[in-house]
């Protein structure tokens, strides 16, 4: 009995499911359809107007000569030796774990204890040694003793 009932139950739910679906289909069909007929007299008014041929125009299967433009070359001038920084080495303060360097511009007369990393105007110092600093100037690398 329960049985018979839970497949009543589902048998009509699946009906409805169908005739909702078909329903919904017809409709978007006549929807369509409507709307083509009403794009009817819209298309019938447009008019495919007449090109007249024009000789005086560029035939599209001739080849066309171009000239090739000139290339021009540029002459890269050779860049003189770099100048090397305005610093000198004023004195040294040596650690093996933490060395450091008096570093004097001779322009401005500042100078400045620096250690390996720091930066101090536009140079950077790269490495301190016993007798000489490495240092990054202008991206270029230079050594001062």
Known sequence: MKNKKLLMVVTMIAVFVWGYNVYSIKSRLAQQKQAVESAKPVIAGIHHEKKEYDDKARDPFVYTHFEKPVLVKKVIQPVGPETPPP???DGM???EK???VVLKNYQTGDSKI???GEVWDSIRIMD???DKVIIRFR???FTIQ
Do not use: V
């Open 87 to 89: 610093y000198s080495i």
């Open 93 to 95: 303060l040596w650690d």
């Open 98 to 100: 933490n060395p450091s």
């Open 114 to 116: 620096i250690s390996k």
């Open 128 to 130: 301190i040694k016993p």
């Open 139 to 141: 991206n270029k690398t």
